[in-house]
C-alpha cells in the first residue's frame, strides 16, 4: 500500500507538471493495474499494468526513472501506437517496439531536457533502460522503423534474435538498452472495433481535454513538446488535395457566349449564344528519378494516381518528364488521357542522381511548353526550388513534412 500511495504520488506530480500538463486526462485513461504478472510495465494502448516491485526496487534513480516510465506508457496510448502501427508489428515485431519507443523517448527527453521531472530509468549498474538517439528527433515512427530494417538487413553479420512474433516481448532492447516496458499489440488488436473507435475518441478528447484545462489555469503559452497537439489534427487524404487542385486549376470550362452565335438557329432568324470552352490543353508531370523516390514504391504510388485523374479530366496532351540533376534525354514522353494508360513509359523512370526542379523550369521556358499547370512529384530533399510561371502542384512524398517555398504543396503520406 505505501507503493501504490507512493505512485500515486508521483503520478499527480506528473500531471500537474509544466512539461506534461498535457497528458494528466491521457493518464486518467483506461485502467491502471499494479500486478506481478508482468515484468516491468505493459499497456494495450487503453489500460496499463505495473510491476510496483520492478518500479521502487529495479530502478536505481527513483521517482524520476518511475516517472519517466508513467509517461512513456501514456505517451503510448496518446499516440495509439498498438493499434496504429499493427502492420509494423506484423513485419517486425522488435522493430516495431523499438521504433515506437525512439519516437516517445526522444520527445520525453525534449520535454524536460534538464531532467527536472522525470530521467531516463537507468538499472543499478548506471545502464539506461530506454532507447534514445537524437538522429531520430522529428521523425516519424514509419520513418524510424524503415530505417531500422534498413540498418538490420545491410548488416547481415549482425542478425537480431529471432522472434516468435507474439506481442510484448521484445520491449526496448538497441543499442545495448534494456527493456523497461513491454508493448501488448495482440491484446489491442484484441478489443472489439467498435471500443476501439470509441477508444480513439476518448483519446482525442483527453488531449483536447488536456490541452484545455492548461489554457484555463492560465498556461497561455502552452508547451508541447510531446506534438501532442498533431495527434488531434484531422489528416487530410492528399488523394482528395491531388484531386481537388486538378479539378480546380484544369477543369473543362464551358460558358456561352453571345461573341460567337449558335448556327443552329441562325435559319430560324434567332441569335442564341454559343457555348465556348477552354479544354484542358496541356498538363505536365515531372517525376523526380533520384534513388530516394523508389523508396518505399512512391513513384508507382503517386504516378498510378495521376493517371487515374488525367484519365477523368479528359487531358489533350499530358507530358511525362523525368528529371533528377538535369532532365534526362529519354525521360519526356507525350500523351492523352485515353492513351497514358497503356503508355510504357509509365512503369520506367530515367534518372538517378541529384534532385534540381530548376532544370525543369528551365527545360520547360527552353522547349516554349504551353501548360495549363505542372505537377512535380519529388522528395522534397531541395536546394534550390526554381522560378516558375505556370499553376504548380508539389507531391512531396517525405517522411518529414515538407513545404515548397513556391506554388502548392501536398504532403503524401
Known sequence: MDREREFKAIKIGVMRSKPFELLRAIMMLGKTVFTDTVPTACTNGRDVWYNLTFLFEKIANGKKGVAFIMVHEAMHKAAQHMVVYIALWKIDPQLANAATDY?????????DPKGEIVEMPVDHDGKAMGLFDPKYDGWTVKRIFNKLKQEQDE???????ENNGEGGDTGEGGDGGSDFDEHDWEGANGIPKDELKELEQDVKEAIRQGMHVGRKAGSAGLSDELGLGELVIPKVDWRVQLRTFMNSTCRRKDRSTWRRPNRRFLHQD???PSLEGRGIRELLLARDASGSMHWQNRMAKV???MVSIAKQLDIEKVHILDWDGSVSDKGHSTYSSKTLDTAPEIGRVYGGGGTNPRCVAEYVEKTRMKLDCI???TDGEIDDWGNWKHPLLWLITNDDPIKAPVGKTVNID
Open 103 to 111: 519516437w516517445i523517448n526522444g520527445r520525453i527527453i525534449k520535454a
Open 155 to 161: 548488416n547481415t553479420d549482425e542478425q537480431p534474435e
Open 270 to 272: 434567332i441569335i442564341m
Open 303 to 305: 504516378t498510378s494516381e
Open 375 to 377: 505537377i512535380i512529384l
